[in-house]
């Protein structure tokens, strides 16, 4: 199949994934570039031979050959780019969340598809191997009917390792909006889509400290809640129970747990690509770990894209699509009204359960 022609935007922290894995699989060819800080770019376009080299999203833009954006701009910037991205004719992912406000995030998906293009977003850890071994043992019916899940992230934020950790705190930030998509994409994933929330969020430290260099020493004033607990009502029947922290020092709960009425599943933490997949049936005396039936177990961002890469050519659907990470900003959303309203907050958007990825393929290539 003939290679997507992609341009990167955005050259900070989490980029160096992607150049190393996007260089690897084979439906992309990088051929541009682009970051407001010339230095960012201009080095990772030498260590990963980028012919061509930008320094603003929009000039990347006016290059007719990219076919493909991924945007790795920060959250505020998000929903901008993948509109002009859309504007000047390219097919568009970005990483989470879609967009900050559920307004700019519909534009994002209306747009694409008043125009016949992709968008799709971040997460693509659901298509790793840890998560599509559990969606097969549920889809399986190895713990009977799902009844309940528990997903936790709790920590205490990324101040004290991020180079620019501000963002984390302003709006699109906060534990829900920049860990909640992994959680909450698993889980739909693994259980389909969500009809109403409820929960409650507060800001437990008003200011924060940096203590990672180069910013050391920096106060950030918080603006959005970083600790909250929500409670889910999938369409299914299923009800999840969600807390993501930035408040919390230390904590000894599992990453996600789905309750069925046969068994109970512990599913990797969603952050991850792999991770061990463990169940205990209603007539076992302890844990089995499974073997990890999928490929795509190492870090493998980037293959949400690669995902979409092979949506364009083929014309088949993607699954980190617009649909689902919408669907996943507003039930984020969801849980701040909730708390804020003091009452359950109805999900207007639902969306399809992603395709199961085939249980083999060759390396570094997705299904056609
Ligand atoms: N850092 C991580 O570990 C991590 C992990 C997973 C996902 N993410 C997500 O990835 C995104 C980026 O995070 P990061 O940590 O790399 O942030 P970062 O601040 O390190 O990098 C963002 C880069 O985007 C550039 N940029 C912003 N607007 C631009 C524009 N208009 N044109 C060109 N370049 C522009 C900035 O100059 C900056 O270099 C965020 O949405 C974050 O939530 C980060």
Same mark, same amino acid.
């Given at each position: 199949m003939k290679p997507v022609k992609v341009g990167i935007i955005g050259c900070g922290n989490i980029s160096s994934i992607y150049f190393k894995n996007t260089q690897k699989l084979e439906i992309f060819d990088v051929i541009a570039t682009a970051d407001l800080i010339p230095e960012r770019v201009d080095s990772k376009a030498s260590e990963y031979g980028i012919p061509n080299v930008y320094y603003s999203a929009r000039e990347l833009l006016t290059n007719p050959d990219v076919e493909l954006v991924i945007n790795l701009s920060t959250p505020p910037d998000h929903a901008g780019i993948c509109l002009e991205a859309l504007e000047a004719g390219k097919h568009v992912y970005v990483e989470k969340p879609l967009a900050v406000t559920r307004e700019a995030g519909k534009k994002v998906v209306d747009y694409a598809n008043s125009k016949g293009l992709l968008v799709g977003g971040a997460p693509d850890t659901f298509l790793g191997a840890g998560i599509q071994t559990c969606r097969k043992l549920i889809d399986e019916g190895w713990i009977g009917t799902p009844i309940a899940a528990t997903a936790f992230m709790m920590g205490h934020g990324h101040e004290s390792w991020h180079p620019d950790p501000e963002f984390y705190y302003k709006l699109g930030g906060g534990p829900m909006f920049d860990m909640g998509p992994y959680y909450l !994409?698993?889980?739909?994933? @693994?259980?389909?889509?969500?009809? $109403?929330?409820?929960?409650?969020?507060? #800001?437990?430290?008003? &200011? $924060?400290?940096?203590?990672?260099?180069?910013?050391?020493?920096?106060? #950030?004033? %918080? =603006? %959005?809640?970083?600790?909250?607990?929500?409670? *889910?009502?999938?369409?299914?029947?299923?009800?999840? !129970?969600?807390? !993501?922290?930035?408040?919390?020092?230390?904590?000894?709960?599992?990453?996600?747990?789905?309750?069925? /009425?046969?068994? !109970?599943? /512990?599913?990797?933490?969603?952050?991850?690509?792999?991770?061990? %997949?463990? #169940?205990? $049936?209603?007539?076992?005396?302890?844990?089995?770990? *499974?073997?990890?039936?999928?490929?795509?177990?190492?870090?493998?961002?980037?293959?949400?894209? +690669?995902?979409?890469?092979? +949506? #364009?050519?083929?014309?088949? +659907?993607?699954?980190?699509?617009? =649909? @689902?990470?919408?669907?996943? @900003?507003?039930?984020?959303?969801?849980?701040?009204?909730?708390? $804020?309203?003091?009452?359950?907050? =109805?999900?207007? /958007?639902?969306?399809?359960?992603?395709?199961? @990825?085939? *249980?083999?393929?060759? +390396?570094?290539?997705?299904? &056609?």
């Open positions: !994409t698993a889980l739909i994933n @693994l259980l389909g889509p969500i009809k $109403r929330v409820s929960g409650s969020a507060r #800001i437990s430290f008003p &200011e $924060r400290t940096i203590t990672s260099q180069p910013k050391a020493g920096t106060k #950030i004033e %918080v =603006e %959005v809640p970083t600790h909250i607990a929500g409670v *889910m009502d999938f369409a299914s029947g299923a009800i999840g !129970t969600i807390i !993501t922290s930035f408040d919390v020092w230390a904590a000894r709960l599992p990453r996600i747990e789905i309750y069925g /009425s046969e068994g !109970t599943l /512990s599913v990797p933490d969603p952050n991850k690509f792999g991770g061990p %997949v463990r #169940i205990r $049936r209603a007539d076992d005396s302890d844990w089995k770990e *499974m073997p990890l039936t999928h490929g795509y177990a190492n870090n493998s961002r980037g293959i949400g894209p +690669a995902d979409m890469a092979y +949506a #364009i050519r083929s014309g088949r +659907a993607h699954r980190a699509n617009g =649909e @689902l990470t919408y669907h996943v @900003l507003e039930t984020m959303h969801g849980f701040h009204d909730a708390s $804020r309203d003091g009452k359950y907050y =109805e999900i207007q /958007s639902t969306c399809s359960r992603p395709a199961p @990825l085939p *249980m083999v393929l060759p +390396a570094n290539t997705l299904d &056609e």
